[in-house]
């Protein structure tokens, strides 16, 4: 298991793709979840794989209502006894799959406006998908450290380029290649029409446009995330994001369905 130093800031993507997804982030004294689509169960697996506790947790943080994205995230927060943030769109768009929310702490976020959890600043931006109130963040440490957090979006405007830039880690969704969407035959056309509409999903080649847009001069981590298992691959998604990162000092990650990453520091 990996020893966690507890003052420092790092964060871990534990699962990522149209399977379940979940962001460990923790920045000072505070730990913070984004997004659950895993079981309780698999989520505890994973963090003592990585040696993290869940009973550290301070509250769980929704980006939009695809159960990939909330469908643990009522038993988790019932569990630990946490708050959960998320918009009221979102929420409404969630009510079933949260369960019992009555026995739960719900704050209501708003996308453009930052709250804070503990000792992380959390601002909460819109992003493009085919969902009710769909948010990327951007997350800041009281040492000044930034996260920008963006999956499950299909076109990324002014807004998300302006919030993911000057970030010193980022978690990106490079989700497909267009070509292997196009040809796979057990994707039905309107579905291969969805992911590629402004409301799906970044191929890898639109991460790649994306990155290479933003202000990068503090950039020393990128994982690459939300892969599609069945319309990508790691080498294609990396060599991508390689072609804009060539020669600089960032590392880059795929994070992984079944497997959480290396925790990283931030
Ligand atoms: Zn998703
Ligand atoms: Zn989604």
Known sequence: ?????????????????????????????????????????????????????????????????????????????????IPLFITDATRTGSTKKLGKTKSMDIQTMECGRRFSVGDLEIHPFSISHDAADASGFRVTTPGGSVLGIATDLGVAGHLVKEHLS????????????????????????????????????????EAATLL????????????????????????LALEAAYRVLNGSNTSITVAMQHRPIPVLSF
């Open 1 to 81: 298991m990996t020893e966690i130093i507890e003052s420092e800031n790092c964060f871990c993507q534990l699962a990522s793709g149209s399977k379940g997804n979940a962001l460990y982030v923790k920045g000072g004294e505070t730990a913070v979840l984004f997004d659950c689509g895993l079981s309780g169960r698999e989520l505890e697996r994973r963090m003592a794989e990585r040696g993290l506790d869940p009973t550290t947790l301070s509250a769980v943080v929704i980006s939009h209502e695809h159960t990939d994205h909330v469908g643990g995230a009522g038993v988790v927060c019932r569990r630990f006894g």
């Open 166 to 205: 000057g970030c010193d880690a980022l978690v990106l969704e490079s989700n497909h290649d267009p070509v292997r969407l196009y040809a796979n035959p057990h994707y039905p056309w309107p579905l291969k029409q969805r992911v590629r509409s402004r409301v799906g999903h970044l191929s890898n080649e």
């Open 212 to 235: 290479d847009a933003l202000d990068r001069h503090r950039l020393s981590h990128l994982v690459l995330a939300h892969l599609s298992e069945e319309n990508n691959t790691p080498e």
